[in-house]
């Protein structure tokens, strides 16, 4: 009966030991250098060294109890990460983005984004998708553009994709491209930061899209638990105050 008693102790404080260290498991978040700053900032080894997705993703592993993992990935294959289970969550994201948006669970929207496209200052604004009609235009890899997919298949307008904002810029003032699609955020960092004041922004003829974060299906009751942590996060106002430090830098046109 006492070797009965030692064995039933011993296997309750594996399972007891199995169950903590469970629960301080990394958080497995993508952030992908695709991401423009301040979306993410990277170093010169490819590590995340700051930005909004850093902010907001290491208040949810402190409010959790858990460390990060962070995920470097190509945007490509952010989505089949998360539905295979490979990583836990990605943000600044939206279902019309995806392959497969009922596959994912989401949570709230976390802000809503204006697009812009970039032009010479001289060059003529852009004010609808005629405006586009046989130009070049400069997109990042791996994103998805819902309002400009049908003109990409037609051949109307010509998608070019870089891997950054700065390239796009670039390739735009050496006359490689006609314009450059990007967002607000990006665009008014990228400004800010390099005091290049050789670009004009034209918002896109659509309402600004939220942002969410996708989360895998793979583990419910955790996918929950971040879910939950992450409304808490919305609603007490963390993610506004954390957009403001960012917007705060910008110097208008």
Known sequence: ????????????????????AGST????????????PPYAIFNADKVLQAGLSKDIIDELGRQLNRPVQYLN???????????QGEAEIACFLNPDWVSQPEQLLW????????????????AEPVAAVQHLAGKRV??????????????????????????????????????RLDVVMTVDLSYHFYVNTTGDHSFAADPLWSAPPAV???????????AQQLNTTLSRMVQSGFIQRRLTFYTGRIVPD
């Open 138 to 175: 400069g997109t990042s890899r791996g994103f998805t553009y819902p309002e400009l997919e049908q003109v990409f298949r037609s051949g109307d307008v010509i998608r070019d994709d870089a891997h950054s904002l700065e390239s796009n810029l670039l390739r735009l003032k050496q006359g």
């Open 25 to 36: 498991a990394p958080v497995r978040a993508v952030v992908s250098d695709s991401n423009t």
């Open 1 to 20: 009966m006492r070797n009965l008693m030692r064995e039933l102790c011993l296997i309750l404080l594996c399972l007891a030991a199995l169950q903590v």
């Open 212 to 222: 969410y974060c996708g989360l895998s299906r793979h583990d419910a009751a955790g």
């Open 107 to 122: 949570t709230d929207a976390l802000f809503n984004t204006q697009q812009l496209l970039v032009r010479l200052r001289q």
């Open 73 to 83: 990935l190509p945007r490509a294959r952010i989505e089949p990460w998360l539905l």
